[in-house]
């Protein structure tokens, strides 16, 4: 069974930082782009950060970038977030996800990516 599974999340103050991580099991995406998405209530899932199936490009939305950098290890399986200088904006659940087909520039396209984890609530007090 395919699974992707974040963790990291949590309560922080604004200005602090969190890095969540996302363990694939199951089978290996070391040939699939990555991303993270988030969700906040009442709000559309919209896109956060990508990365190429290489790791060599990346991809940011403008209200991150700057401050969330996004990295990966192909050999272990693993995707990472780092989140610095958060916002109470920032807060949602936030999702890693895996692109369908393979080998991936990283896209921003919430229907590129076909493999989810749970979510991972991620919370910023001001």
């Known amino acids: 069974q395919v699974q992707l599974g974040e963790s990291g999340g949590g309560l922080v103050q604004a200005g602090g930082s969190l890095r969540l991580s996302c363990a694939a099991s199951?089978?290996?995406?070391?040939?699939?782009?990555m991303a993270w998405f988030r969700q906040a209530p009442g709000k559309e899932r919209e896109f956060v950060a990508a990365i190429s199936w290489s790791g060599g490009s990346t991809n940011y939305a403008d209200s991150v970038k700057g401050r969330f950098t996004i990295s990966r290890n192909r050999v272990k399986n693993t995707v990472s977030l780092q989140m610095n200088s958060l916002k109470p904006e920032d807060t949602a659940v936030y999702y890693c996800?895996?692109?369908?087909?393979?080998?991936?520039?990283?896209?921003?396209?919430?229907?590129?990516?076909?493999?989810w984890g749970q979510g991972t609530q991620v919370t910023v007090s001001s």
């Open positions: 996800a895996a692109e369908r087909a393979g080998y991936g520039l990283g896209s921003a396209g919430v229907a590129e990516y076909g493999y």
């Open positions: 199951g089978r290996t995406f070391s040939n699939r782009a």
